[in-house]
Structures are given as structure tokens and as C-alpha cells.
């Protein structure tokens, strides 16, 4: 069995004999890519007549995930070279001017966490967080998570598009496409599949004041620019007659709660603690804790962490 770095070598070497004649001007190269909250080796191809802009990339530890599952080097390079086939015979991977504009949505990353990533793609800052700009392709998940690639400033820069005209045609995409939606926490168990027994032990002793509200969208995926919808708190806020405390429970997903739930420290430290004992560190916002204001009608940072989502 191969290790990782010898298994990166011989896919190098070796790939482009599994891609077939479509493929035949294009090298497979490795490339270690900033994502969110860390660095990811992708295999990507190049070649003088390939478009630049392209979803022709697979992360590479899944690829050798599969192969030491499945011990046979050939049959995952024939698999990923059949699904490459596929991509370009189809033509869909490629990114042009009208894909980005009617699938660019936004999301919120950590800023001091992604200076490396923040580096390349265009951003604004939002509190101690970023915005920043994702292509949504649900119909091939062989672009990572549906989600590939990120709008980096090559690309805006391609088709001459600000980081203002992004952010306009991110806001307007994001919500149209991922429908984000505020349920509550025994609306989500049921969603989840949890028998009505047990939410109803679970929920017994909790009154609206403790009640959570996860904010996440259909995808399941990168929710937390939820926050730029300031709207979407408001009616919950005037539910509960309440303003509202905002915890990022992960990158892909918010919890709001009544602020006369438990006092702001408490919070901050669940926050950290769950964090800390529950989510992946490339799953990870922040381990500050947001408010929406019903008279503002904002969502601002109630409490700044100076820990770093790493510890």
C-alpha cells in the first residue's frame, strides 16, 4: 500500500492514461489550494487549450480515502477518470460569465483564520467575519459539496465583476437558491427523524425563553450568510417579543435564541464548548456570539472571542 505522498506521485504520473482521448493535451498536477479553515490538495488538470476557469478539480485525500479502501489504484483512477468524461462531454464544468452571475451565492468564513484564502478571492468584512463568494452546482457533486470553486480575484477579474456587483448578485442568488429557513428545534428533530417520544421527553422543560432556532437552507450547506438577512430574524424576534442571541453553531449553520434565555457569558462559553467538543476545526465560524436588534433591525457582534476557533 502506498502512503499519501506516494500515492500523490504516481497519480501525477499515471492519471492521464485512465482520462482518454478528450484529455489527451491535459497533465494532471496536484495542487495544495487554500479553502476554508485550512489548505486542500486538489487533482486538477492544465493544459494551453483548457479553460482556465474550470470545475475539473477532485480533492485528493478522498481519492486515496478510496483507494485504501478499496486497494486498487486502476479502478479509482478509471472512476474519477469516467466522472472527468462525463464532466466535459456535458460541457457543464466549465465557468462562464452566465454561470457565475446566476449561481454565485455568499457565505461567512472567520477573518483571522483565512487570511491565506481571504488573499485571493474578493471579501468584505462583516463583524469579526468575511464574506466571501461560492459557485453553487448542484448538478455535479464532483465539485466539492456542490460548492466549487470559491470566486477567487482571478476570476472576477476575468469578467471584469467588482466585489460590489458580487455581493448585489450574491444577496439577491442566496436566498433565492438555497431557500434559508429559521425552524425550530423540534421542527428539526422531526426533519431529522427523531420519534415524537422522544421530542417530547426532550422538549418538556423548555419554554420559548429557552427555545433554539436553527437557521440553515435546503443544502444543508454554508447558511451563515443568513446574517446578512437581517429580515429573516424579525419575525421571530417580534414572536418571541424579544431581541435575539446568534451563536454560529458551524460554517454551514446559526442557532438563534430569546437574549432572556441565560445571560451573554453563559452563552459565550457554550459557544466555545461546543465548538471545542463538537465541531471539526474546518467546520468552524467563530467563538463569538451575534444579536439582532428588533429596533435597529441589524445584526451586530454581542461579544468579540479573542480565542481562536483553533483552541
Avoid: W
Avoid at 469579526?128 to 456542490?146: A, F, G, Q, W
Avoid at 428545534?185 to 420559548?208: A, Y
Amino acid at each position: 500500500m502506498m502512503n499519501y505522498e506516494e500515492f500523490k506521485e504516481k497519480v501525477e504520473e499515471e492519471f492521464k492514461e485512465f482520462l482518454g482521448e478528450p484529455f489527451k493535451d491535459e497533465t494532471a498536477v496536484i495542487k495544495n489550494i487554500p479553502v476554508i479553515n485550512g489548505t486542500k490538495d486538489y487533482i486538477t488538470l492544465e493544459s494551453d487549450n483548457m479553460p482556465q476557469y474550470s470545475c475539473y478539480s477532485i480533492p485528493a485525500d478522498e481519492v486515496y480515502e478510496a483507494y485504501l479502501f478499496t486497494r486498487d489504484f486502476d479502478y479509482c483512477m478509471n472512476k474519477i477518470g469516467r466522472e472527468y468524461r462525463i464532466m466535459k462531454e456535458d460541457n457543464v464544468s466549465i465557468i462562464n460569465l452566465e454561470l457565475l452571475k446566476s449561481n454565485v451565492i455568499l457565505t461567512l468564513i472567520n477573518t483571522e483564520f483565512n487570511k491565506k484564502l481571504l488573499e485571493i478571492v474578493p471579501h468584505r468584512e462583516f463583524e469579526d467575519l468575511s464574506v466571501i463568494y461560492l459557485i453553487r452546482n448542484m448538478e455535479y457533486p464532483i465539485c466539492e459539496s456542490h460548492y466549487s470553486p470559491y470566486v477567487s480575484n482571478e476570476l472576477a477579474k476575468k469578467y471584469n465583476l467588482s466585489e460590489e456587483e458580487l455581493f448585489e448578485l450574491a444577496k439577491e442568488n442566496t436566498d433565492k437558491l438555497t431557500h434559508i429557513r429559521i425552524e425550530r428545534e423540534d421542527q428539526l428533530f422531526r426533519t431529522i427523524g427523531v420519534s415524537e417520544e422522544k421530542i417530547e421527553h426532550f422538549m418538556k422543560d423548555i419554554d420559548n425563553e429557552k427555545m433554539m432556532y436553527s437557521i440553515r437552507n435546503v443544502d444543508g450547506l454554508f447558511a451563515t450568510g443568513a446574517m446578512l438577512y437581517a429580515e429573516k430574524f424579525h419575525l421571530l424576534a417580534e414572536t418571541l417579543d424579544r431581541d435575539l442571541y446568534i451563536f454560529p453553531s458551524s460554517i454551514h449553520e446559526l442557532i438563534a435564541i430569546s437574549q432572556k434565555s441565560d445571560t451573554l457569558e453563559a452563552h459565550v462559553k457554550t459557544v466555545h464548548e461546543v465548538n471545542i467538543e463538537n465541531v471539526d476545526l474546518n467546520e468552524r465560524l467563530s467563538n463569538s456570539v451575534y444579536k439582532y436588534d428588533r429596533a435597529t433591525r441589524k445584526v451586530s457582534i454581542a461579544y468579540k472571542s479573542d480565542i481562536p476557533i483553533t483552541e
